[in-house]
Nanobody, 111 residues
Framework: QVQLVESGGGLVQPGGSLRLSCAAS????????MAWFRQVPGTAREFVAR???????DYADSVKDRFTIPRDNARSTVYLQMNSLKPDDTAVYYC?????WGQGTQVTVSS
């Protein structure tokens, strides 16, 4: 059974940083692409970033140069390092692998 557990969300001021974590179990983590999505209530879930098993990465234009998505295969964990946060980054952030989703973690950027 695949399980993805996110943590690290919270309240941060504009310009600040947060690091989200997603611990995976039930999958061969090292060969799987891992991704982060986010969703604001009443809107569609949107892609944020993805890291492939090769280490290659993709980013949404809105977060490029501010967010990074490192992975630790030994810990079966993927991270989302978010810098220079803006109020528009406020959303529930979800970890994704193939058809599996985590429960989400709230990120609020506000002064």
């Amino acid at each position: 059974q695949v399980q993805l557990v996110e943590s690290g969300g919270g309240l941060v001021q504009p310009g600040g940083s947060l690091r989200l974590s997603c611990a995976a179990s039930g999958i061969m983590f090292s060969i799987r692409a891992m991704a982060w999505f986010r969703q604001v209530p009443g809107t569609a879930r949107e892609f944020v970033a993805r890291i492939y098993s090769t280490g290659n990465t993709d980013y949404a234009d809105s977060v490029k140069d501010r967010f990074t998505i490192p992975r630790d295969n030994a810990r079966s964990t993927v991270y989302l390092q978010m810098n220079s946060l803006k109020p528009d980054d406020t959303a529930v952030y979800y970890c994704n692998s193939d058809m599996s989703w985590g429960q989400g973690t709230q990120v609020t950027v506000s002064s």
